[in-house]
């Protein structure tokens, strides 16, 4: 990465280091493995700033993603030969911290074209977050449980993550017209199955409350999207039908 290697802490608390970047060839542009050299210069690199890493036995996960460099380096912002396409790429590490200006610059763009843009209705500046279990006192989480028994029920041992929590992260996923049940949505609203674990413990019990919020199947949940179901159907219906149907 441009930025290099950094050691921080994620939202759970638990420490993250790295990324590294490596240039791939065209034929590899799907290829999201993690490589035994690049995760040896991602710990070397983290010991350089913190010598006192825990030992690499505690490493819970690792993960690799992909991004597209244009040539030269530098961002692609601007109009395109098809008309109202504008692109807004190659923006690398700095991406996030451009986005309000390059949003900006989309904006005159599209205005420049004649495009009649309108403010929605429904907008919203701020948005009320999911009250998590984990940073309350010990007697607003006992008073919030007698209340509301959702929140007594822990799903999530590692990050305290509770029924009621990921309940409401499914309603506001639903909200916005998610048909699909999938386990990353609760996981990245509430930071279930993202613990120590990574989900060994939770995960058939969010895909459970994923089914019965959804009113599908289990196996039709999925982990990420179509395309990615945590079960193939019924297992007795397969096994009397020799595995040929759900």
């Given at each position: ?59 819970i ?44 610059r989309?904006?005159d ?6 495009i009649e ?12 977050g ?13 008073e ?5 028994p ?52 939770c ?15 289990p ?6 999207g ?21």
């Amino acid at each position: 990465t441009s930025k290099g290697v950094v050691v921080t802490t994620e939202v759970s608390g638990h420490l993250m280091i790295g990324p590294n970047a490596e240039d791939l060839p065209p034929d590899a542009k799907d290829d999201v493995g993690n490589t035994a050299r690049g995760l040896e210069e991602v710990w070397q690199r983290a010991r350089e700033l913190w010598p006192r890493l825990p030992p690499r036995s505690m490493v819970i996960r690792t993960f690799a993603g992909l991004r597209p460099e244009p040539e030269g380096g530098d961002f692609v912002v601007g109009r395109t030969e098809v008309w109202g396409f504008v692109n807004a790429a190659g923006t690398r590490s700095p991406g996030l911290t451009a986005a309000p200006a390059i949003a900006l610059r989309v904006r005159d763009e599209l205005v420049e074209l004649g495009i009649e843009l309108r403010e929605k209705g429904r907008w919203k500046a701020t948005r009320r977050g999911i009250v998590s279990t984990v940073d309350l006192d010990w007697p607003e989480r006992v008073e919030r449980a007698r209340r509301d028994p959702l929140r007594g029920r822990v799903v999530c041992r590692c990050n305290l993550v509770t029924e009621r929590e990921v309940v409401e992260a499914i309603e506001r996923a639903r909200a916005l017209g998610v048909r699909t049940p999938s386990v990353d949505s609760v996981k990245f609203r509430t930071g279930a199955a993202a613990g120590t674990c990574q989900g060994s413990f939770c995960r058939v019990r969010l895909v459970e409350i994923l089914a019965r919020e959804f009113g599908v199947p289990p196996w039709e949940v999925t982990l990420k999207g179509r395309g990615s179901e945590v079960g193939v159907g019924d297992v007795k219906v397969l096994l009397r039908s020799g595995g040929r149907g759900r």
